[in-house]
């Protein structure tokens, strides 16, 4: 083996949540290499980090990584509602710290992590092994002999890609975030908002641990061609509009990015020995789009797997991995997705009606829609719960036709 090839058990692409977090639970001796290509694990920030504090506690992330929210305020073009979600917590991540400690559970490991490195593309060999190819950023490429290859490279689906095992996603959330300087901006007060000035989309705004406000803005593609940029220019541009959120946004911002899959629960993960996970296993829930907390978890359970099937050479361990992602989120995703899929339609009216029902039902129903788990019981709660809010409203109507009559 000459110095242009490494070899090990498991390549994993990409070092976000997904793929660190296989690597955290790995067993010690499993030869293992990890290819970010950024430069630093955290950065550039292209997510947001809302999460909640129960899997804060769960997943045991450090508490000092997360900043609690104390209340959280919906705005459509005509509505406006503070939502009651009960004992619920949510938080904001420090995402570029959480993935730094993510990484730091793998150090004592046997494994390398290599920034600023691109996996190009892969090759099965005649051994039954990949043959890899990585390009670093001084244009060096190099070899990675690896018996399996874990795909986290998010919405780029890169090794899926290379071997032409799963096509990549049509349809994609895209957001752009600014982040400002906190300034009389609540500490603890996430807000989000949809209507005229997003189409197919929804904005959001938080603080952040870091002492800062962000406000971003997230558009499904192609449901919409606008770019989520150029809406967020004219949010920001619109001081009433600002004033009427309660926002105020001074400075030249920061700007973050990011990309996710929007497409419906793919169930086949496993393939031969290439496994995908993360966003490139359609991990985040359909309805808002959060990932990290499902990244971190079904990521810890593919490296405990792919550990035993590193040690017995089995396939048995990675089809348990394949059958508990299903079992945890497909009939849910499935649901979340016709949420997802209606919610791209909406036209401002139908947020001011949305809008009016979130002040109308219960926490769990809620939570439920935000967190995208739809158990049976959650469903017939919340299918309860609009029947009787559109039985109100005709009530309503009728009598307010019958008193004009
Ligand atoms: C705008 C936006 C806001 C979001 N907000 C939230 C939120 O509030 N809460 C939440 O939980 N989730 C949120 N998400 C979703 C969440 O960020 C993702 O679900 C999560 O980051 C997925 O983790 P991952 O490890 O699968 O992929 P990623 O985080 O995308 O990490 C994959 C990494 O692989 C690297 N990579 C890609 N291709 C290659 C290659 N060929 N070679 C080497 N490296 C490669 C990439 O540079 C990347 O850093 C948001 C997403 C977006 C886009």
Redesign the pocket.
């Known amino acids: 083996m000459d110095d242009k090839t490494l070899s090990c058990d498991v390549l994993i ?7 660190l977090s296989v690597a955290s639970t790995l067993p010690d001796d499993v030869k293992t290499v990890i ?4 430069q630093e694990i955290g950065l550039p920030i ?6 909640w504090l129960q899997d804060v506690e769960r997943l045991g992330i450090p508490q000092d990584m997360c900043k609690r929210m104390a209340s959280t305020e919906v705005f459509s073009d005509n509505e406006q509602a503070t939502l009651d979600l009960g004992e619920v917590v949510p938080v904001i991540l420090d995402t570029p710290r959480l993935y730094k400690w993510l990484a730091q559970q793998s150090d004592h490991k046997d494994r390398q992590l290599l920034l600023g ?3 190009l593309t892969t090759r099965a060999r005649t051994d039954g092994r990949y043959a890899s190819t990585i390009r670093s950023r001084d244009r060096t490429e190099m070899q990675v002999i690896s018996t399996y290859i874990v795909d ?5 689906f ?1 090794v899926l890609d290379a071997l032409g095992l799963v096509a990549k996603p049509e349809r994609l ?1 895209v ?1 752009t ?1 600014y982040e400002y300087p906190l300034g009389q901006n609540p500490p603890d007060r996430v807000i989000a908002f949809a209507g005229k000035k997003v189409p197919a989309g929804y904005g959001w705004a938080f603080p952040t641990a870091q002492g800062s406000v962000r406000i ?1 803005v ?1 558009v499904l593609q192609p449901d919409t061609d606008q770019s989520p940029r150029k809406l967020l220019d004219a949010v920001v541009q619109d001081k009433p509009y600002l004033a009427r959120l309660g926002l105020d946004l001074s400075g030249t911002p920061v700007v973050h990015g ?3 899959p929007s497409v419906a629960y793919g169930e086949r993960l496993v393939f031969g020995n290439v496994i995908r ?4 296993a359609n ?2 829930t359909p309805t808002i ?5 499902v ?1 971190i978890e079904l990521g810890r359970l593919l490296g405990e797997e792919l550990g035993q099937a590193v040690r017995t050479g089995q396939r048995k361990p990675l089809k348990r991995y394949e059958r508990i992602c299903r079992r945890k989120l497909a009939r849910d995703y499935k649901w979340g997705f016709l949420v997802n899929r209606r919610a791209a339609r909406y036209k401002p009216a139908n947020w001011n009606a949305a809008v009016r029902r979130m002040r109308q039902v219960g926490p769990e129903a809620l939570v439920a829609t935000f967190r995208g788990e739809f158990p049976l019981i959650k469903i017939m709660q919340i299918s309860r719960n609009l029947i009787w809010l559109l039985i109100r409203a005709r009530w309503r109507r009728l009598r307010a036709a019958l008193g004009r009559g």
């Open positions: 692409v990409g070092g976000g949540p997904a793929g290819v970010h290509q950024d292209r997510t947001s980090g809302a999460c490195t691109k996996f986290g490279s998010g919405w780029h890169s959330a957001g975030e971003g997230g990011g990309i996710l996970v993360g966003d490139c991990f985040a789009g959060e990932g990290i907390r990244c």
